[in-house]
C-alpha cells in the first residue's frame, strides 16, 4: 500500500468512526492508539489527522483532536476551489440555481405559508436598501435560498449553504448596472405574488423569466469586461 492510500483509508476508516463513536466536544484517540489500532506509522495517521481538520471534522488542542460540530461552511472552503471565475463556470452556476429553484416549485407551492410569503418581501426589501453590489447580492442569494428552506429538502439546503459564497460571488455579477437591480426586485415581486397564489404554473413562468434574463445580464457584463481585461494583458 502506497503511503498516499494509506493516508486515504485512515481517513476513510476515522470518518466512518467519529459520527458513530464520538459526540462534539469527545477527544479522539491520540495518535500513537490510532497508529496501533489501525497498523499504520503515527506520520500516516498525523497526515490522515490533516485532512480530517481541513474539513472541519476535528481541530487541535493542547488535549489532542477534538470532534467539531458539523460545519457547512468549511466544506465550501474544499469545494470552491473548483470554480475557475470564467463565463462558463457563472452559466453553469446560474443553469444550477435554475434547476433546483424550479425544482423546488412543486413543494414549495405545497408549503409556503403566509410568514413565508412576509419573508420573501423581506429579503426583497434588503435589496431595495442596499447600498453595495455585494449587499444586493447578500440580499438575492437570501431570497432564493429562502425558497430552497421552504421546499423542505434539507439535501438542498445544505448544499446550498456549501456554496454560498460562490453563489454570491458570481450574483455580484452586473449588480452595478441600475436596471438589472430594478428588474430583480420586479422579478422577485412576481414570483412572491405567484407563490402567494399557490400557482405553480405561475411560479414557473416567473423562475423562468428571471433565470432567462440573468443569464442575458452575465453574457452582457462578460462581454462589457472582455475589452478590459484585454486592455490590461497588452500592458
Avoid: W
Avoid at 46 to 60: M, N, P, T, V, W
Avoid at 73 to 95: N, W
Avoid at 180 to 188: A, G, L, V
Avoid at 194 to 210: E, K, M, N, V, W
Amino acid at each position: 500500500m502506497t503511503r498516499t492510500s494509506a493516508v486515504q483509508s485512515v481517513v476513510d476508516i476515522l470518518r466512518t468512526e467519529i459520527p458513530q463513536s464520538y459526540q462534539p466536544g469527545d477527544l479522539l484517540q491520540n495518535e500513537r492508539l490510532i497508529a496501533e489500532r489501525l497498523g499504520v506509522s503515527r506520520n500516516t495517521v498525523r497526515e490522515a489527522l490533516i485532512h480530517l481538520e481541513a474539513f472541519g471534522i476535528i481541530e487541535k488542542t493542547q488535549r489532542g483532536p477534538r470532534i467539531c460540530a458539523p460545519n457547512i461552511g468549511a466544506v465550501f472552503h474544499i469545494m470552491d476551489q473548483y470554480f475557475d471565475r470564467s463565463l462558463k463556470t457563472c452559466l453553469d452556476l446560474l443553469d444550477f440555481r435554475r434547476m433546483i429553484d424550479i425544482g423546488a416549485l412543486p413543494q414549495v407551492v405545497e408549503r409556503i405559508t403566509d410568514n413565508d410569503i412576509a419573508l420573501l418581501e423581506r429579503h426583497v426589501g434588503q435589496v431595495e436598501r442596499a447600498l453595495t453590489a455585494h449587499e444586493d447580492a447578500l440580499a438575492d442569494y437570501a431570497f432564493h435560498n429562502e425558497i430552497i428552506r421552504i421546499s423542505g429538502n434539507s439535501v438542498l439546503e445544505k448544499l446550498y449553504k456549501v456554496l454560498s459564497h460562490t453563489l454570491v460571488f458570481y450574483m455580484e455579477i452586473g449588480k452595478s448596472n441600475p436596471v438589472n437591480r430594478d428588474k430583480t426586485i420586479s422579478d422577485h415581486r412576481a414570483i412572491i405574488r405567484a407563490l402567494g397564489a399557490r400557482s405553480l404554473d405561475a411560479a414557473i413562468r416567473a423562475f423562468s423569466q428571471h433565470y432567462d434574463y440573468s443569464e442575458r445580464s452575465v453574457r452582457a457584463a462578460y462581454e462589457k469586461a472582455a475589452p478590459q481585461k484585454r486592455e490590461m494583458e497588452n500592458l
